[in-house]
């Protein structure tokens, strides 16, 4: 078990004394191990959750242990994870863990110990968006799209510095017919295309999304919950190519991509993102 996903958080359950019940969930990467355990939240601590990891990994420790809630790299998990000796890394990739939550929310769940509340289980309070870093910013953006049969073709073998391509995100692996246009957004960077694309890949690019407003605005999610504004805009052809964005992102099961180039000359490219909405 060498990467483990883990979650500790209050679920919408009570124990017979009527006191709010924590879960602990642990699994692979397969889905082959899973370990569950729940504890009142009077006992919602370090040594509980460290007892549990040791029950757990009996015979092998954790190489790493992902959590996607961004509390859980600064509370209880991390805590009980650095007594013994086991990193814990902070990540949204952890989507056996999310789908076995909302296996246990639709069945176990739902029970005479539901305290029935208003729950979601993947719910991630999202920060609010801030500007990039000053410096930063290429020299022109625009919205794009690459039919889905020649995104991997072009991208996976191209001598690109940075590149994050994982094969549950080939269009061919969604069931994207190879014809429809796969949206995304080109920066060119010129000088600072290298810097730039340094400064992202270190945030985590996961999304990113055309928000009308006044003005219109580029917004890249990253990380666990971080939004950075790319651009704002006010320009009505622009934000005419937003809602195209948009759209095409519907009908590509919302994969999307993100192309950092130094140009336009498409002989050189410093960093791609195939990505795509939770």
Known sequence: MPIIQADFYRRPLKDSTGQPLWELLLCDESGNFRFNAFCPQSQATVDWVKERFLEAFKSVQPETIKVFRPQSLSSIIKSAAEKLNIPVEGSRKTQILKEW?????????????STGEIYEPLEIEKLPPIPLPEGLWGEVWRFAAIEAGEIVERFRDFPIPVVEMPENLWPLNLG????????????????????????????TPVALSYIPGNPDGLILEA???ERWIIATFEDQEVAAAGKVYEQRKLLSKGLHFLLIQ???SGMTYSGFWLLREE
């Open 101 to 113: 939550l909302k296996e246990r929310w639709s069945s176990s769940y739902l029970s005479e110990r």
């Open 176 to 203: 994207i017919a190879s014809t429809i246009q796969v949206p995304g957004v080109v920066i060119n960077g010129g000088k600072k295309a290298m810097r730039l694309t340094r400064a992202l890949a270190e945030k």
């Open 223 to 225: 990380g666990l919950n």
């Open 262 to 264: 130094p140009d336009d």
